[in-house]
């Protein structure tokens, strides 16, 4: 019986659905030599000699890629700016400081590198975004102390766009994924949006006043991937694609294409090189990425730029962007302390016109683009290189003692779905180094899953978890002490899976997914404690299951929240009970880990929007003994041990 996703919000399923496999796990496992593949040692990145040459390789490539509808596959359309970063973290919480009480942080995957979320706090204030309106709460006395409107100039902006923020001192960094719509051009091959760039804003904000006060913003062409914070500096990541209209012509196929190629002949380098403007003290000026800032792989589409901008959030300007462009694309951001890892699986132009139900191209190979990110400045490419595979998201990437771990699914994420062919996937976990300007592999551990897919990955130091699913869920331990031959140690077999994984000190992990039946019909959330201080022996102590549930925390990490110091975790549920078509229950679920099992605490909820369903919950926090929730309807503050009501602050 082929596992039926749950209800979710419109991004989890897209980015779910991309991989349902099928079949059994096997126990054969195999610690192969590393890879053979040539790939990962021909993949380095070169700059172009001049403008002519960059413009002379993109055409080449884009004409190759082009079909009779345009560019089959690659990155979002310009002005197509819908997906919003993946939203995959994991975290820790923050220690007093400055006499300020001790608050949680983002749930974010790498200390020390936050990422941007809905809100954030600094112990003092918490600073929220919503469509695009910023508020400020005084943590303290818990009330409204500003807000402030977003909202682009042009009428054309989307009512609500989807936005994120990160904080640093008195600053906000607000992204926000609107976009002005793009009109051909009089040659109906021309994109000209009024020379303005079409994608997302990045808008900085100062805080120190009594009302939150803009400063400068920043737009440029193409669609927000993601970003990353280390100190004061943010790197924010965008993909692009050319600014080139392809309008339905009459005719076969082949003539088709054959106009479309003319199209991109015609095409200037103006119309595939990023535009931005920047404003600042009521002054605008624009740009566009420059040749000399362009790379390319030695195989490309031409049909996707990735550019990776900087930005200094102790200034009151933001300048350029000092922008960095990838001739490639980049589905998945991975960050440390002194790296930025950008990974691209291909498998959105696999999925492309033309595509089997088991595709007709070639395996999926996911690209790997590391850059030092150390300074505060430009980032310097470093090092290349491939594994074969696909990503679930940035938690398959880890960065330990010089070596990059990357697990991986094989196979197409499609394959077996429809029933028509047996499920050849299985999961794998490589290891790889730099060697020169090479991300060159180390060793791999194979055979994990056969017939499933990977659902949840986490690394925690030299160990790694992997958890994959079809119908029962097996849990691998994985010891990564030695690089060069990386060995699955212990398994167990659960039903249902976990989605994300939290390590919670004291050998104990945490799991957040859907129970379900032996056939793999999922049955609702599902909250596991395993007890993994034992790697040849993980064993499950205890679990929470919520019927018909679902957890944003599935697909979201930043909506978990574990606050060490009370065992508290928090996570937003919603129910629905099929059986009597009720319209359902959501709140914020607060759970207290002990050894011996959990305790629910309560639930948290807010009031109904007036539609008759429950409010979502979308986060949690905590500054000193009080607990927030957030929601679209306000924010809710409640005591952190009796979880008695303290205040509720209306959007």
Known sequence: MTWTPPRRALAACLALAVGFTAGCTADERRTPAPDPAPAPASLRLVSFPSCAEALADLRRAAKAHVGPFGFQGGADPVGADGSGPARTAAGAASTAYGGEPAYSATNTHEPGVDEPDLVKTDGRRIVTVSGTVLRVVDAARRV???????????????????????????????????WLPMRPGADGGRISPAGAPSGPRVVLVDLAGATPRLLAEYRIDGSLVDARQVGGTARVVVRSAPRIAFPYGEGSDASRVAANRRIIDRAGEADWLPRYTTTAGGRTTSG????????????????????????????????????????????????????LYLADDGRWRRLGWGTGPRGDGPPARTALYAFDTAGPGRPRFVA????????????????????????????????????????????????????????????????????????????????????????????????????????????????????????????????IGQE???????????????????????????????????????????????????????????????????????????????????????????????????????????????????????????????????????A
């Open 288 to 339: 566009r990425v420059g040749c000399d800032r362009l790379s390319r792989p030695p195989d490309h589409s031409g049909t996707s730029l990735v550019t990776v901008l900087s930005f200094d959030l102790a200034r009151t300007t933001l300048g350029d962007g000092d922008p960095v462009t990838v001739v490639a694309d980049a589905d998945t951001v991975y960050g440390t302390g002194r790296s």
């Open 144 to 178: 409204e102390t500003g807000r402030l409107e977003l909202r682009a100039a042009a009428a054309s902006t989307v009512a609500r766009p989807d936005a994120d923020l990160l904080l640093h001192g008195d600053r906000a960094l607000v992204l926000l994924r609107d």
């Open 516 to 650: 379900a039946s032996a056939e793999g019909q999922v049955q609702g959330t599902q909250v596991s404690l395993f007890d993994v201080s034992n790697l040849d022996r993980p064993a499950r102590l205890a679990r929470h299951h919520v019927r018909g549930g679902y957890s944003q925390a599935e697909s979201d990490p930043h909506a978990f929240l574990y606050w060490p110091a009370e065992r508290l975790l928090v996570v937003p549920v919603t129910s629905f009970d099929r059986t009597t078509g009720g319209k359902g229950d959501g709140g914020a679920l607060v759970l207290r880990a002990t050894d011996a099992g959990f305790t629910e605490v309560g639930t948290v909820r807010h009031p109904s929007p007036g539609t008759g369903g429950p409010t979502l919950i979308r986060r949690s926090l905590v500054v000193g003994d009080v607990l927030w929730t957030v929601s679209d309807a306000g924010l809710r503050a409640v005591r952190l041990g009796t979880l008695g009501q303290l205040s509720w602050l209306p």
């Open 384 to 511: 290349a290189g491939s594994v074969p595979g696909w990503l679930i998201n940035q938690y398959a990437l880890s960065e330990w003692d010089g070596h990059l771990r990357v697990a991986v699914t094989t196979d197409e994420p499609w394959a077996g779905d429809t029933g028509s062919a047996a499920p050849t996937s299985e999961s794998a976990v490589h290891t790889l180094t730099r060697r020169g300007a090479r991300l060159a592999p180390v060793g791999t551990v194979g055979g994990l899953g056969k017939g499933e897919r990977v659902f949840a990955v986490r690394f925690a130091g030299p160990v790694g978890y992997v958890v994959t699913f079809r119908q029962v869920d097996p849990l691998y331990t994985v010891d990564l002490r030695d690089p060069a031959r990386p060995r699955v140690t212990g398994e167990l077999k659960i039903t249902g899976y976990s989605a994300y994984l939290h390590p919670a000190g004291d050998g104990r992990l945490i799991g």
